[in-house]
């Protein structure tokens, strides 16, 4: 296992609702990148921290949102819950925004 | 933006039967990754190439980056059962670091018949 845990595990919401998925990175590491899997596709891209700044984004709307703490653990905001954004969130944590990544469990979520 | 284009989308073949996935990004990386996926799960790391033209093995699994730094290839040897799963690349950008996060292909489906 990469010691990279995350909650919840699942999560059922319904439309325009808002939810905040947790991430805990591995021992000594500064930097968390959180991904969106849909079904059948590869992980994209939602955006990094690194030493509790955000260091860079993908083509996500502004109501993705988040934060990551002195402890290096993060946190990933939706607002206004679509349909759309059902699918697995990985974070993935590394050594700094250059290095591996090792990715969570992840949390499946599921909007009705 | 950058695209990572992954080949082929599924791969059927009988055990024992070698496997190849091929990754061709549209800029060059400054490295290149591999995840393994198994249904239901999260993706595993399995190696980083950084080198142009670097070849890395894994028992029964070798990775090539080529020499330009866009395109990569997984080859594995006598597939087994536990091979099972989706083979993901990830390019990390050449500029902007890893602020740009990784590029996932779309990965490739290996299925294995007994």
């Known amino acids: 296992e990469t010691g990279v845990t995350q909650s919840p595990t699942h999560l059922i919401k319904t439309r325009g609702q808002q939810v905040t998925l947790r991430c805990s990175s591995q021992?000594?590491?500064?930097?968390v990148s959180w991904y969106q899997q849909a079904l059948g596709q590869g992980p994209q891209f939602i955006f990094q921290?690194?030493?509790?700044?955000?260091?860079g984004r993908g083509n996500f709307p502004p109501r993705f949102s988040g934060l990551q703490f002195p402890n290096y653990s993060s946190e990933l905001n939706v607002n206004a819950l679509e349909l759309d954004d059902s699918a697995l969130y990985l974070c993935?944590?590394?050594?700094?925004?250059?290095?591996?990544?090792?990715f969570g469990p992840g949390t499946r979520l599921l909007v009705l | 933006g950058q695209q990572v284009m992954q080949i082929p989308q599924y791969q059927h073949v009988q055990e024992g039967e070698d496997f190849t996935t091929y990754c061709n990004s549209s800029t060059t990386l400054s490295n290149i990754q591999w995840y393994k996926q198994r249904p239901g799960g999260h993706p595993v790391f399995l190696i980083q190439?950084?080198?142009?033209?670097e070849v890395k093995k894994q028992k029964r699994l070798t990775f090539q980056f080529g020499e330009a730094k866009k395109n990569s290839s997984l080859h594995i040897t006598a597939t087994q059962t536990t091979d099972v799963g989706t083979y993901f690349c990830?390019?990390?950008?050449?500029?902007?670091?890893?602020?740009?996060?990784?590029?996932f292909g779309k990965g490739t489906h290996l299925i294995i018949q007994p």
């Open positions: 021992s000594g590491h500064n930097t």
């Open positions: 190439l950084v080198k142009s033209g």
């Open positions: 990830a390019g990390l950008p050449y500029s902007g670091g890893g602020a740009d996060g990784l590029t």
């Open positions: 921290y690194y030493r509790e700044e955000e260091n």
């Open positions: 993935a944590s590394s050594l700094d925004d250059q290095e591996t990544q090792y």
